[in-house]
């Protein structure tokens, strides 16, 4: 049970922007903020203005209805499946992440994408206060969505993904503490993205503007509904635009930045928690004015990243992300290429932590196989 608890929380800390987050108990199932598709993970762990590969559906949905416009080059069909060996700092053969996507094209009603994320936390102990061994368990999470995009204009598009979310902490019964019972839980969550090519003579179409809200839903519940934590609805803004392209080199610049849409409120100062606001005004009011605006800039995230293409066939990439200090402290640079062939395309990237060699993420290496049909 201990091994668990330590890994939730670092990856509390790691993958949500703010390092008060497990403290606090901020927002749940922190998996839903792992960012999958190799070609963003060697990007700084951008792209919602760039989602024109099947990870849209995770990135920012709305890029869905663009993918399927010139028969004679697009195809339809579209499946990728990422598998990364989590906090490889850990050294834990059971921890792994993946990722599974696939859009479809349905004449007369447009892009309709599904998907898979499967986090694997591996068999942990439960034992006593003492120490006895009580037993073993395997823990999990993941979520299965269901995306639709379509386009309201020639360069305006919108996309959902509405995905049920279940949480396997400790499937059988144990006592931690006061309290008893199972750590399961389950949730729905709704995306809505909106991507927008300014139709501007000077940006050549050149330019992407893009925006997703992910995880909006009700929160989730493991044992005590007192307890229940929000899930980590997350802002993502951000621009793409292809500095250059003379049809065999193409050079695309990213920026993304991250906010995270959650709030609670402490009802006396001996809570250390804090009891979480509804999502809906979290999302529209005390997310917002509840901090300073200084205090607002410094809880942002940002990534930037850099894409190369020869032709079709070769890519390399590179990026950075960051976050304050003050907020989580993660910086780290990305490196990643990638390979296409026919319908078969294969990227990989690698993340690497200057600043402290045993930093868990530190080494992470993603692995993804794109194939189009």
């Not at 993970?41 to 416009?69: K, R």
């Not at 990026?319 to 319908?343: N, Q």
């Amino acid at each position: 049970m201990k091994r668990i608890l330590g890994i939730l929380s670092l990856t509390l800390l790691m993958i949500i922007p703010d390092a008060q987050i497990f403290a606090q108990g901020e927002a749940a199932v922190p998996f839903l903020m792992i960012a999958p598709g190799a070609r963003n993970g060697g990007m700084g762990e951008g792209g919602v203005a760039l989602p024109n590969d099947v990870n849209a559906i995770y990135w920012n949905p709305a890029g869905l209805a663009l993918q399927y416009e010139d028969p004679e080059f697009d195809f339809k069909n579209q499946i990728s499946l990422m598998h990364v060996k989590w906090l490889p700092q850990f050294n834990f053969s059971d921890l792994w992440y993946d990722y599974l996507a696939a859009r479809f094209y349905l004449e007369d009603i447009g892009m309709l994408g599904f998907s898979i994320t499967y986090l694997n936390l591996g068999e942990n102990q439960w034992t006593s206060a003492q120490g006895e061994l009580l037993g073993t368990f395997d823990s999990k999470e993941y979520a299965i969505g269901v995306s639709y995009a379509a386009k309201i204009k020639p360069n305006l598009a919108l996309g959902t993904t509405l995905k049920y979310i279940r949480s396997d902490l400790s499937p059988i019964e144990v006592t931690v503490g006061n309290e008893r019972g199972e750590g399961r839980a389950h949730s729905l969550a709704v995306d809505l993205g909106v991507l927008w090519t300014p139709a501007f003579e000077f940006f050549e179409n050149r330019l992407n503007a893009g925006m997703n809200i992910s995880n909006i839903g009700p929160k989730i519940t493991y044992i005590d509904q007192k307890q229940a934590d929000p899930l980590p609805t997350n802002l993502k803004a951000g621009l793409a635009y292809t500095a250059y392209d003379d049809g065999f080199n193409k050079l695309n610049v990213i920026y993304d930045l991250n906010k995270l849409l959650v709030y609670r409120k402490k009802l006396t100062v001996q809570d250390s928690s804090g009891t979480p606001d509804n999502f809906l005004k979290a999302i529209f009011w005390s997310s917002w004015t509840k901090y300073s605006f200084s205090e607002q800039l410094r809880r942002l995230t940002h990534s930037i990243g850099v894409e190369y293409y020869y032709g079709s066939l070769i890519a390399l990439r590179t990026g950075f992300f960051y976050e304050d200090p003050s907020y989580g402290a993660r910086k780290f640079f990305t490196f990643g290429g990638g390979l296409e062939v026919s319908m078969f395309k294969f990227d990989f990237s690698y993340l690497y932590t200057w600043s402290d060699e045993e930093h868990p993420l530190s080494d992470t290496m993603r692995y993804s196989l794109t194939i189009s049909f």
